[in-house]
C-alpha cells in the first residue's frame, strides 16, 4: 500500500465510524506506526479534510459527514479536464485538491474545493491564464484527486463515468 493508498483507508475508516478512532487503532489496521498515521492526517488536514483530533481519538467535522475517496486520473487538454471536473460535480462530488508525485519534492497537493460547475469554470480560466502552474504537468497529465461525495454510491459513479471517458489513470 503506498502513502496516497494508506491515507484513502484512513479517510475511509473516519468515514465509517460512529465514533472517534484512535492513531494507534489505525496504526494496527494499517500496518504502520503511529507516527506516521500522524503525518497522514497532518497531510490530510494540509489537503482539506476537516479531521478532528479529540481526546479518544480521530473524527471527520460533522460537516464533513458523506464519503471521501481518492481518484487517479489522467488528461491532456483542457477540454478532458473540463469533462473530468464536470463529470465530479455533476454528480455530486466536490474536488477537495489535486496531487502529484514529484521526484524531488514527493507528493505536491493544492487545494480546490470545486462544488459547482461555476467554480470549474473559474479554475479552468485561471488555468488558462497560468497554463505552467498546473501540476499535472510535472506527471504528463497524471494527478490524485481528493473528493467529497454524499455517500460511496456517488463515489462509485462518478469512478465509473471517468472509467467511460478515458480519464481514470489506469497503470498498464
Same mark, same amino acid.
Given at each position: 500500500?503506498?502513502?496516497?493508498?494508506?491515507?484513502?483507508?484512513?479517510?475511509?475508516?473516519?468515514?465509517?465510524?460512529?465514533?472517534?478512532?484512535?492513531?494507534?487503532?489505525?496504526?494496527?489496521?494499517?500496518?504502520?506506526?503511529?507516527?506516521?498515521?500522524?503525518?497522514?492526517?497532518?497531510?490530510?488536514?494540509?489537503?482539506?479534510?476537516?479531521?478532528?483530533?479529540?481526546?479518544?481519538?480521530?473524527?471527520?467535522?460533522?460537516? *464533513?459527514? &458523506?464519503? =471521501?475517496?481518492?481518484? %487517479?486520473?489522467?488528461? @491532456?487538454?483542457?477540454? /478532458?479536464? #473540463?469533462?473530468? $471536473?464536470?463529470?465530479?460535480?455533476? *454528480?455530486? &462530488?466536490? =474536488?477537495?485538491?489535486? %496531487?502529484?508525485?514529484? @521526484?524531488?519534492?514527493? /507528493?505536491? #497537493?493544492?487545494? $480546490?474545493?470545486?462544488?459547482?460547475?461555476?467554480?470549474?469554470?473559474?479554475?479552468?480560466?485561471?488555468?488558462?491564464?497560468?497554463?505552467?502552474?498546473?501540476?499535472?504537468?510535472?506527471?504528463?497529465?497524471?494527478?490524485?484527486?481528493?473528493?467529497?461525495?454524499?455517500?460511496?454510491?456517488?463515489?462509485?459513479?462518478?469512478?465509473?463515468?471517468?472509467?467511460?471517458?478515458?480519464?481514470?489513470?489506469?497503470?498498464?
Amino acid at each position: 500500500m503506498n502513502a496516497a493508498q494508506r491515507r484513502e483507508s484512513i479517510l475511509k475508516r473516519l468515514s465509517g465510524a460512529e465514533a472517534p478512532v484512535s492513531a494507534s487503532a489505525l496504526a494496527a489496521l494499517l500496518g504502520v506506526s503511529r507516527q506516521i498515521v500522524v503525518g497522514d492526517v497532518a497531510l490530510l488536514r494540509a489537503g482539506g479534510a476537516q479531521i478532528d483530533a479529540t481526546p479518544r481519538g480521530y473524527q471527520l467535522h460533522p460537516a *464533513q459527514k &458523506g464519503y =471521501v475517496g481518492i481518484l %487517479a486520473c489522467v488528461h @491532456s487538454t483542457e477540454e /478532458e479536464m #473540463r469533462t473530468e $471536473l464536470y463529470t465530479i460535480v455533476d *454528480q455530486g &462530488g466536490i =474536488v477537495v485538491d489535486v %496531487a502529484v508525485e514529484n @521526484s524531488l519534492y514527493g /507528493e505536491l #497537493r493544492g487545494n $480546490l474545493n470545486l462544488a459547482s460547475r461555476y467554480d470549474v469554470d473559474n479554475f479552468i480560466q485561471q488555468a488558462k491564464d497560468t497554463p505552467e502552474a498546473l501540476l499535472s504537468r510535472m506527471t504528463g497529465g497524471v494527478h490524485l484527486h481528493t473528493l467529497h461525495c454524499p455517500d460511496a454510491g456517488s463515489f462509485e459513479r462518478i469512478k465509473k463515468e471517468l472509467e467511460e471517458k478515458g480519464i481514470l489513470y489506469r497503470k498498464e
